[in-house]
């Protein structure tokens, strides 16, 4: 403890190189923590994004074409699948044939796992999966028909020989939620239609964005050579290969990050080494009074510790803050998105930081403390 | 060795070995001082002094020979148990006082009693009993910038006498101050040496250094070539007894 004043006073004896030095780290590693995170946080941005995990499936020969009901149990073992929803068109009209607009059937059980981005209330999802005849609506839909939550409407079919009649028990309030849609559940569809067992698209949600491809191919694959064989596609295509395609930019990302931190190790090296030789005589006049080698080397190292350390905090906390405007500034990348340091970087970062510290210092320091005392001081007296 | 020598030094030889060049430093050095002394080295440059007192303390080693210092001898010790050893006999004044220019004049007192246990009240104490010692004791809070030459050179003594060393050694302590500064330096080493009966050992080549100290070993090209006893002035020996 009581070497901590003479640690920060030998700080403070060149403040212009020890802000300059500890300004240089700062800088790199900011770009060493931002080029690190960008893989992890363009994955987060993605696969925040749940439409990002989303694949619909959906007979190969159109999509007109419906495919087993079966098919629900086969899908949901195919590795990376967290969750299957069949859906069936309805393609009712409301009043008139001219109140087209898209009303479809699916599974309540898994409904809010697939579309938890949809603004549905917890309440609303609840009551879609108790009550046998409800119905969540989009907004536009609301809004073009006047409907209110807890309405009873009567959908009248053209596919089908017969009409449902449906209570409203939500809004699908987000705006990426299909703002014209209607759904109801798919089991009052199949008792209306006498159980055929068939489905005309499953949605089918994936654990990561980044395992998109292969859940795709093995779905398609798992029903090749079958009666309905599917065509699976991902909600936002081109997410999927994204990443892929980015992995080599990403490594070019890391490497530059490494290298711009071992040339500002090197500046710093030579900083330390500069500073250290300026001290030889004090050095050579502290081990004199009976200082001992590694006590010298242990105030020579911590010095550069704690430039190494200020340098990294303020790096990494300036990687954070603009991380952090930039997820708030750009609404694009939607509601959810609160895009974070990963804060395993956040940790390397300043482990690099107190890496730059100790090695940049060391071999002038060790030499420094190791030196002879006598040629040290005929130097300077 | 001799419990009652602070310095005992026996046919000591120092070579430096500089490309193929031999340089004997010290050929053949006896020196015995007693304690409570106030005795000077002096000689021609590049006589060896510098070269004896780093062997007095402790941060040079003889090529062979014996020395002892305080009745311990040192001459066989390891690099850490001397270090060890330097920073509980040892108080070192230099010619360019070397002072930690980062450091208050307070702080740099301190220095040296960072190793020992004491605790910050008791070092506190300490430091301000040296500094009152030099007199700088309205000093404290200055940097060495802020301090002239003389200045500076009264706080390197009190850094030197903080951690109360068997013995000071100084070399050239006045050489690079002016008549006036050096006198007091000489008259602040005097008192060290006859108040708190500390021993003394001082290299210089002022010959008005003659007049404060009990011995004079004289050194030419690293032989010892004269022991003479010092012209201490009736002054000052009269303002010595009478403390
Ligand atoms: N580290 C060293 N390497 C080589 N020669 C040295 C070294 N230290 C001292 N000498 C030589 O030893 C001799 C005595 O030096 P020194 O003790 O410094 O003399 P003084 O202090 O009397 O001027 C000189 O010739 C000097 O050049
Ligand atoms: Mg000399």
Same mark, same amino acid.
């Given at each position: 403890?009581?070497?901590?004043?003479?640690?920060?006073?030998?700080l403070?004896?060149?403040?212009?190189?020890?802000?300059?030095?500890?300004?240089?780290?700062a800088v790199s590693?900011?770009i060493?923590?931002?080029?690190?995170s960008?893989p992890?946080?363009?994955s987060?941005v993605?696969?925040?994004?749940a439409s990002?995990?989303?694949?619909?499936?959906?007979?190969k020969?159109?999509l007109a074409?419906s495919m087993?009901e079966?098919?629900?149990q086969?899908?949901?073992a195919?590795p990376?699948?967290v969750?299957v929803t069949p859906?069936?068109?309805?393609g009712g009209?409301?009043h008139e044939?001219?109140?087209q607009?898209?009303?479809?059937a699916?599974?309540?059980?898994?409904a809010e796992?697939?579309?938890?981005d949809w603004?549905?209330?917890?309440?609303?999802?609840k009551?879609?999966?108790?009550?046998r005849t409800?119905?969540?609506v989009?907004?536009?839909?609301?809004?073009?028909?006047h409907?209110?939550?807890?309405?009873?409407?009567m959908?009248?079919?053209?596919?089908?020989?017969?009409?449902?009649t449906?209570q409203?028990?939500?809004v699908?309030q987000?705006?990426?939620?299909p703002p014209?849609?209607?759904i109801?559940?798919?089991?009052y569809l199949?008792e209306?239609?006498?159980?055929p067992?068939?489905?005309?698209?499953?949605?089918?949600m994936v654990?990561r964005?980044?395992?998109?491809p292969?859940a795709i191919k093995?779905?398609?694959?798992g029903f090749?050579?079958?009666?309905?064989e599917t065509r699976s596609?991902?909600?936002?295509?081109?997410?999927g290969?994204f990443?892929?395609n980015?992995?080599?930019?990403?490594?070019?990302?890391?490497?530059?990050g490494v290298?711009?931190?071992?040339?500002?190790g090197?500046?710093?090296?030579?900083?330390a080494?500069?500073?250290?030789?300026?001290r030889?005589?004090?050095?050579?006049?502290?081990?004199s009074?009976?200082?001992?080698?590694r006590?010298?080397?242990s105030l020579l190292?911590s010095?550069?510790?704690?430039i190494g350390?200020?340098?990294g905090?303020?790096g990494c906390?300036a990687?954070?803050a603009v991380l952090?405007?930039?997820?708030?500034g750009?609404?694009?990348l939607g509601?959810?998105?609160d895009i974070?340091m990963?804060?395993?970087?956040?940790?390397?970062t300043?482990?690099?930081?107190?890496l730059?510290g100790?090695l940049?210092?060391?071999?002038?320091?060790?030499a420094?403390?190791?030196?002879?005392?006598v040629?040290?001081?005929?130097m300077?007296a | 060795?001799?419990e009652?020598y602070?310095?005992d030094?026996?046919?000591?030889?120092?070579i430096y070995?500089?490309?193929?060049?031999?340089?004997r430093?010290?050929?053949?050095?006896?020196?015995r001082?007693?304690q409570a002394?106030f005795?000077?080295i002096?000689?021609?440059s590049?006589?060896?002094?510098?070269?004896l007192? #780093?062997?007095?303390?402790?941060?040079?080693?003889?090529t062979?020979?014996?020395?002892?210092v305080?009745?311990?001898?040192i001459t066989?010790m390891?690099?850490r148990?001397?270090?060890?050893?330097?920073?509980?006999h040892?108080?070192l004044?230099f010619q360019f006082y070397n002072?930690?220019?980062?450091?208050?004049?307070f702080?740099n007192?301190?220095?040296p009693l960072?190793?020992?246990?004491?605790?910050k009240t008791e070092r506190r104490?300490?430091v301000?009993?040296?500094?009152r010692i030099?007199?700088?004791?309205?000093?404290?809070?200055h940097?060495?910038?802020?301090?002239?030459?003389?200045?500076?050179?009264?706080v390197?003594?009190?850094?030197?006498?903080v951690?109360d060393?068997t013995?000071?050694?100084?070399?050239?302590p006045?050489?690079d101050?002016?008549?006036?500064?050096?006198e007091?330096?000489?008259n602040l080493?005097?008192?060290? #040496?006859?108040?708190?009966?500390?021993t003394?050992?001082?290299?210089?080549?002022d010959?008005?250094?003659e007049?404060?100290?009990?011995t004079?070993?004289?050194?030419?090209?690293?032989?010892?070539?004269?022991v003479?006893?010092?012209k201490?002035?009736?002054a000052?020996a009269?303002?010595a007894t009478?403390?």
């Open positions: 403890m009581k070497y901590v004043m003479l640690v920060l006073k030998n403070t004896r060149s403040k212009r190189r020890t802000l300059l030095t500890i300004f240089s780290i590693l900011f060493f923590s931002a080029l690190v960008l992890t946080v363009a987060e993605l696969s925040d994004t990002s995990v989303r694949i619909s499936t959906h007979n020969a159109g074409y087993p079966a098919y629900k086969r899908i949901a195919v990376h699948v969750a859906e069936s068109w309805f009209i409301y044939v001219t109140d607009f898209p009303n479809l699916v599974d309540p059980d898994t796992t697939m579309w938890p603004g549905v209330s917890k309440e609303s999802w009551k879609f999966e108790t009550l409800a119905c969540l989009g907004t536009a839909t609301m809004k073009r028909f409907l209110h939550v807890g309405q009873q409407i959908l009248r079919g053209t596919i089908y020989p017969f009409n449902v449906l409203i028990v939500g699908m987000q705006s990426n939620a014209n849609f209607l109801f559940r798919r089991d199949e209306a239609r006498g159980r067992g068939v489905v005309d698209n499953f949605w089918v654990d964005s980044e395992n998109v292969q093995a779905i398609d694959e090749a050579n079958s009666t309905a596609e991902s909600e936002a295509a081109f997410i290969s990443m892929d980015f992995r080599t930019f990403f490594r070019l990302a890391e490497i530059l290298i711009v931190v071992i040339t500002i090197l500046v710093a090296a030579n900083t080494a500069m500073s250290i030789r300026e030889r005589g004090e050095i050579a006049v502290m081990r009074m009976g200082f001992p080698s006590t010298i080397l190292l010095e550069s510790l704690v350390l200020l340098g905090i303020i906390g990687a954070f952090k405007i930039f997820s708030i750009s609404p694009a509601p959810i998105t974070q990963p804060p395993e970087i956040l940790a390397a300043l482990v690099v930081a107190a730059i100790l940049s210092a060391w071999i002038p320091a060790r420094a403390a190791r030196m002879n005392i040629d040290a001081l005929r300077v | 060795m001799d009652k602070a310095v030094i026996e046919h000591v030889v120092r070995k500089r490309d193929e060049f031999e340089v430093a010290l050929d053949d050095v006896t020196i001082v007693p002394r005795v000077a002096m000689g021609p590049g006589s060896g002094k510098t070269t007192l #780093n062997l007095i303390a402790g941060i040079d080693h003889a062979s020979g014996k020395v002892s305080g009745g311990e001898e066989g390891k690099e148990d001397l270090a060890a050893w330097r920073a509980r040892i108080g004044v002072l930690i220019p980062v450091l208050t004049a702080e007192v301190e220095l960072l190793l020992t246990p004491l605790t104490e300490h301000e009993t040296a500094l030099v007199g700088l004791a309205d000093r404290m809070d940097y060495p910038r802020q301090l002239s030459g003389g200045q500076e050179q009264r390197a003594i009190a850094r030197a006498l951690t060393p013995i000071v050694v100084a070399d050239e006045t050489g101050l002016d008549a006036k500064s050096a007091e330096i000489l080493l005097t008192e060290l #040496n006859r108040q708190f009966r500390r003394v050992v001082m290299v210089t080549h010959p008005r250094a007049r404060f100290v009990d004079v070993y004289r050194l030419d090209k690293g032989v010892l070539v004269g003479e006893a010092g201490i002035a009736p000052h009269a303002a009478a403390q």
